[in-house]
């Protein structure tokens, strides 16, 4: 019967093929068909007997158990960074199935147990994903088609800048947010309209300085 | 009531199996038949808990496995109890005795 061997199907689904766990599901379905048909020999309905017969199966993880299936082994990974500041030693784990981060000391002791990011979130928020891309790529077609490579290469860093300071702009207002796409028009004008591309530069890498340290 | 529940008979599950075994050899339908004929409907052991307690059980040694005669072009796995079940199970008959007159104890005073 098509309804209970798709029944049997999704429930052994996550047993290995082998002849002995196929065997048994065959055994299985040829108890639960007989069951079906002895109740229907009783008088009852199909719908009846469709639900005694599924409500007697019972709980899969019964034989998992008794079989020694494993639970499905999901990809696991554990990424470390330890960073040594000071002489104070700080591990950080990140766990990709709880997709927590473990912050811990050097005696492994939890100092913050579980901090949770928005890692998720904060990976599709970057903007600097898409646009340090596409601007790569317009350096180097500007490059090898135009032949204008100098002041193109300023696309990179400037598209690095703007996109990490939207991106923190919209997690907290911060300085950087306001502050770099203020110095990027500002080298912009003074490059476009003065034809000071030269020493205006300076502003990009002294704007990035300025920004870190205020961040702290 | 209407059937017992798992948690409640769990414990004894592979003696009732052993115990239907006891008497001759048979094959997973006919004891989860057996079962709910001989209790008159009241317990009616899972295709689940059946099976992983004939897994368990071959295991252990208490039952073997082996294939009675073809019918309808299928094969049929019957089981029979061993000489090391057969002790097991009358270990667990004094078992029971000795829980059933334990639980009486408090189930009557309070009843």
Same mark, same amino acid.
């Given at each position: 019967?098509?309804?209970?061997?798709?029944?049997?199907?999704?429930?052994?689904?996550?047993?290995?093929?082998?002849?002995?766990?196929?065997?048994?599901?065959?055994?299985?379905?040829?108890?639960? #068909?007989?069951?079906?048909?002895?109740?229907?020999?009783?008088? $009852?309905?199909?719908?009846?007997?469709?639900?005694?017969?599924?409500?007697?199966?019972?709980?899969?993880? #019964?034989?998992? #158990?008794?079989?020694?299936?494993?639970?499905?082994?999901?990809?696991?990974?554990? $990424?470390?960074?330890?960073?040594?500041?000071?002489?104070?030693?700080?591990?950080?784990?990140?766990?990709?199935?709880? $997709?927590?981060?473990?912050?811990?000391?050097?005696?492994?002791?939890?100092?913050?147990?579980?901090? #949770?990011?928005?890692?998720?979130? $904060?990976?599709?928020?970057?903007?600097?994903?898409?646009?340090?891309?596409?601007?790569?790529?317009?350096?180097?077609?500007?490059?090898?088609?135009?032949?204008?490579?100098?002041?193109?290469?300023?696309?990179?860093?400037?598209?690095?800048?703007?996109?990490?300071?939207?991106?923190?702009?919209?997690?907290?207002?911060?300085?950087?947010?306001?502050?770099?796409?203020?110095?990027?028009?500002?080298?912009?004008?003074?490059?476009?309209?003065?034809?000071?591309?030269?020493?205006?530069?300076?502003?990009?890498?002294?704007?990035?300085?300025?920004?870190?340290?205020?961040?702290? | 009531?209407?059937?017992?529940?798992?948690?409640?008979?769990? &414990?004894?599950?592979?003696?009732?199996?052993?115990?239907?075994?006891?008497?001759?050899?048979?094959?997973?339908?006919?004891?989860?038949?057996?079962?709910?004929?001989?209790?008159?409907?009241?317990?009616?052991?899972?295709?689940?808990?059946?099976?992983?307690?004939?897994?368990?059980?071959?295991?252990?040694?208490?039952?073997?496995?082996?294939?009675?005669?073809?019918?309808?072009?299928?094969?049929?796995?019957?089981?029979?109890?061993?000489?090391? &079940?057969?002790?097991?199970?009358?270990?667990?008959?004094?078992?029971?005795?000795?829980?059933?007159?334990?639980?009486?104890?408090?189930?009557?005073?309070?009843?």
């Amino acid at each position: 019967m098509k309804i209970l061997e798709n029944y049997v199907d999704a429930m052994f689904r996550d047993f290995p093929e082998t002849e002995e766990m196929l065997e048994l599901k065959q055994t299985i379905l040829e108890s639960m #068909e007989a069951k079906y048909d002895d109740l229907l020999a009783d008088g $009852k309905n199909e719908q009846e007997a469709l639900g005694t017969v599924i409500a007697q199966f019972g709980d899969i993880e #019964e034989l998992k #158990e008794a079989y020694s299936i494993e639970p499905e082994e999901r990809e696991h990974s554990r $990424k470390t960074v330890n960073i040594n500041a000071s002489g104070v030693k700080i591990r950080i784990d990140k766990d990709s199935d709880s $997709k927590k981060l473990h912050i811990s000391n050097d005696d492994d002791l939890d100092i913050e147990d579980i901090i #949770e990011p928005e890692v998720k979130k $904060k990976h599709k928020n970057r903007l600097s994903d898409i646009w340090v891309p596409i601007s790569v790529a317009v350096f180097l077609l500007s490059g090898f088609v135009w032949g204008i490579w100098n002041p193109s290469w300023a696309l990179i860093p400037m598209t690095a800048l703007v996109t990490d300071s939207l991106y923190r702009f919209r997690r907290r207002k911060s300085l950087s947010s306001i502050v770099v796409p203020l110095a990027v028009a500002i080298y912009l004008y003074l490059g476009a309209w003065h034809g000071l591309w030269h020493p205006a530069w300076v502003i990009i890498p002294v704007t990035a300085i300025i920004t870190s340290v205020f961040k702290k | 009531m209407d059937t017992i529940s798992s948690d409640v008979i769990r &414990g004894y599950n592979d003696t009732i199996i052993l115990s239907l075994l006891n008497r001759g050899d048979s094959y997973g339908y006919e004891v989860s038949k057996r079962i709910e004929e001989m209790t008159k409907g009241n317990y009616q052991i899972k295709e689940t808990t059946l099976y992983s307690a004939f897994a368990r059980l071959q295991k252990k040694e208490l039952i073997t496995a082996y294939y009675g005669e073809e019918t309808n072009g299928r094969r049929r796995t019957y089981y029979k109890i061993t000489d090391v &079940g057969r002790d097991y199970y009358l270990e667990k008959c004094r078992e029971w005795a000795l829980t059933k007159d334990v639980i009486n104890t408090f189930i009557e005073r309070n009843g």
